[in-house]
Structures are given as C-alpha cells and as structure tokens.
C-alpha cells in the first residue's frame, strides 16, 4: 500500500512538499508518479521519476514549478510544488509502477496506488 500526505490548504503562490511512502514494500524496483484530479475533471498526469532516478517528467503546466524526488533508499518519493495556483487544486495521488516505454504519463500502467491527498490552493 502507498500513503500520500503532505496536502492542505495554502495561498496562490505558496509552496507544498507531498510525500508518498510505502508500507510492506519499497519503492526500489518500481517507477513512481504523481496524478491529480481536479473535482469533476478526469486524472491527469503531474510527475514521474524512474526508479533508477536518473530521469523525471512533468506536465507541462507545472514544469520549473513542480520537483519529484525520491530519497537514497528509495523508500519515499516526494513532489515539491511552489508557486502554487488555483487551477492546482486538486487531490494528488501517488502511484508505483513499470510503465513501458514512454508511457509514464498513462495511469494504467501503474499498479500501485495511494489514497489520494488534497490540495487547495486560494487566491
């Protein structure tokens, strides 16, 4: 199972750091990414990180905003978000998983994931 938290409310152009952690299991042999889902918006993808860690991606919208990260014994993975805006509001889930190829942005090819964790962001 995964956790997130780390959501809450803060004010536009404000900062959050989420965590995603793993009980029973590592995250050491799976990829890990962030999604959110907006209130009557489908899941879109936010972040990944290999599992290796040697390479990220990001959705354009939160590139230069957004940092995935995960820690040396890969058993936390983290997304720093700030200059937070509105349209960042939502809930962000966690997922682990081996997606093929360039397909790290398809929530299917995630296997694992947490319970959600929600962000408001004011203006």
């Known amino acids: 199972q995964l956790q997130a938290f780390g959501g809450g409310l803060v004010q536009e152009e404000g900062s959050l750091r989420l965590s995603c952690a793993a009980s029973?299991?590592?995250?050491?042999?799976?990829?890990v990414a962030w999604f959110r889902q907006a209130p009557g918006k489908e899941r879109e993808f936010v972040a990944h990180?290999?599992?290796?860690?040697?390479?990220?991606y990001y959705e354009d919208s939160v590139k230069g905003r957004f940092t995935i990260s995960r820690d040396s014994s890969k058993t936390a993975v983290y997304l720093q978000m700030t200059s937070l805006k509105p349209e960042d509001t939502a809930t962000y889930y966690c997922?682990?998983?081996?997606?093929?190829?360039?397909?790290?942005?398809?929530?299917?090819?995630?296997?694992?994931w947490g319970q959600g964790t929600l962000v408001t962001v004011s203006s």
């Open positions: 997922a682990a998983g081996r997606p093929i190829l360039n397909a790290y942005a398809v929530s299917s090819m995630y296997n694992f």
């Open positions: 029973g299991r590592t995250f050491s042999t799976y990829a």
């Open positions: 990180i290999r599992q290796s860690g040697s390479a990220t």
